[in-house]
């Protein structure tokens, strides 16, 4: 299970739209060996299919698909966006925070989910996350959460 | 005991995100409820007496037997708590 380790945060990333956005945070994952090439592909294809509800709150997207699509172990990566990125979604763009959820079927796939709901939920690590300008900025918010 | 589907378009992250908030405000409000998460298309063929969903997937759920209410902020707990209270009658 990895939960926004160094090795899968990218912070102030320039990207051209939402499609290069998911592919970064499904990137991230391939790289670490967490998921297969294949995942980062059905992620952008649910964006093309399902649109742009996965932008689950104003700033915050979590791009995902299914565990049969290549998940090797349950993660969460991050791509904190340089510049305000639109998906489409009616009330909650543009997008800061790329969250590439690696969905695994196993029990950790609930614990990540639960970590990440814990965190979002509080507006101020939110505001923290979309200002941080490197990874112990970032550290430190995962630490206080703890 | 109400019966309530969280809805997104895999059934496998969002869907259970939005579920771990409204059984969070269910039992906050001390209402008895059943939450299960799923796609979309499982939902259609799905009882429930009510569905929580973006609005981005609630068109796809119009003229299901169930109540369809929507929630923009997945989370937001005042939008979600606001939303129960606008849309569930216990």
Request: with cysteine; net charge negative; aromatic share 6%.
């Amino acid at each position: 299970m990895k939960f926004l380790e160094e090795s899968i945060v990218k912070i102030g990333l320039e990207v051209a739209d939402a499609e290069d956005a998911i592919e970064a945070a499904g990137n991230l994952l391939v790289d670490e060996g967490l998921v297969e090439k294949s995942y980062t592909k059905a992620m952008r294809n649910s964006y093309k299919e399902n649109g742009p509800y996965f932008v689950l709150a104003p700033n915050i997207a979590i791009p995902h698909a299914r565990p049969e699509d290549g998940v090797k172990e349950a993660s969460v990566s991050l791509v904190q966006l340089k510049e305000p990125v639109v998906f489409g979604h009616s009330t909650n763009d543009p997008v800061r925070l790329v969250f590439g959820l690696g969905a695994s079927s196993s029990d950790e796939h609930l614990i990540l989910l639960q970590k990440l709901t814990t965190l979002l939920n509080d507006s101020v690590n939110v505001d923290k996350l979309t200002s941080a300008t490197n990874y112990e900025d970032i550290k430190n918010i995962l630490e206080m959460e703890r | 005991m109400i019966k309530v589907l969280t809805v997104c378009g895999l059934g496998q992250g969002t869907s259970l995100i939005l579920k771990m908030n409204v059984e969070q405000a269910l039992a906050d409000k001390g209402i008895s409820a059943d939450v299960e998460h799923t796609d979309v298309s499982t939902a259609s063929s799905m009882q429930a007496d009510y569905i929580i969903t973006s609005n981005e997937l609630a068109e796809s759920l119009v003229g299901h037997s169930a109540k369809v209410f929507i929630v923009n902020n997945y989370f937001d707990m005042d939008e979600i708590n606001k939303a129960i209270d606008e849309n569930v009658t216990d």
